[in-house]
């Protein structure tokens, strides 16, 4: 990892790492591995990772469906404001520098990222750093970097929402499901922690 032995911390002596699906599908500590045609007999895989439809909102009714709905292998498009943290900036400014990432799963590379520092309204392209994506017909699994620069308004979020190579756009909010996963909505800051924050 990063050149070094792995750490027992990030599961020496192996780990399964595999790109471009959820985390819960890279086995921090592996102790065997079992080639089968059916999916696995896991909680997680059987009764967690899944989306079910918006209709089921408790147990009893997500209990007619765990068998029915595959598990969730590939992650969606989304991004995140690293820098300012969370997006919380320091007030109205002409000229405030964004930084985040942006990643989207099945070796999709990300083809654009738009960034608003008035909640939406408008948008700025971010530039890309994706080296991983140069040259035609290439799979990607790794993050895209992405930096701009915007006007901020005072009391408003920053925001990003990025696109991938499948046309698949973050939208500004999720899409509800019983377990609550899958959720790729523009990542927001509460009002209330902005005030407390001056700006």
């Known amino acids: 990892m990063n050149h070094k032995t792995l750490t027992r911390d990030h599961g020496f002596p192996i780990r399964v790492v595999v790109p471009g699906y959820i985390g819960g599908r890279s086995v921090k500590y592996l102790k065997s591995i079992t080639i089968q045609d059916y999916e696995s007999m896991s909680y997680y895989q059987r009764?967690?990772?899944?989306?079910?439809?918006?209709?089921?909102?408790?147990?009893?009714?997500?209990?007619?469906?765990?068998?029915?709905?595959p598990s969730i292998g590939e992650y969606n498009v989304q991004s995140y404001v690293c820098n300012p943290s969370d997006g919380i900036h320091d007030g109205a400014k002409s000229n405030q520098t964004v930084q985040g990432y942006a990643l989207s799963g099945g070796g999709r590379s990300i083809q654009r990222v738009d960034v608003s520092g008035d909640d939406g309204k408008t948008w700025a392209t971010a530039q890309l750093y994706q080296p991983a994506a140069e040259g035609n017909n290439c799979r990607v699994w790794g993050w895209c970097l992405w930096s701009v620069t915007?006007?901020?308004k005072r009391n408003v979020r920053i925001v990003s929402r990025a696109v991938d190579s499948s046309g698949n756009v973050q939208q500004e909010y999720p899409v509800w499901n019983y377990r609550g996963v899958m959720n790729?909505?523009?990542?927001?800051?509460?009002?209330?922690s902005m005030e407390m924050s001056n700006i």
Do not use: F, M
Request: some cysteine.
């Open 47 to 69: 009764r967690d990772y899944k989306i079910l439809p918006e209709s089921v909102s408790d147990e009893k009714q997500a209990d007619a469906y765990w068998c029915k709905v």
């Open 184 to 192: 790729n909505s523009w990542r927001t800051v509460d009002s209330n």
């Open 150 to 152: 915007i006007a901020t």
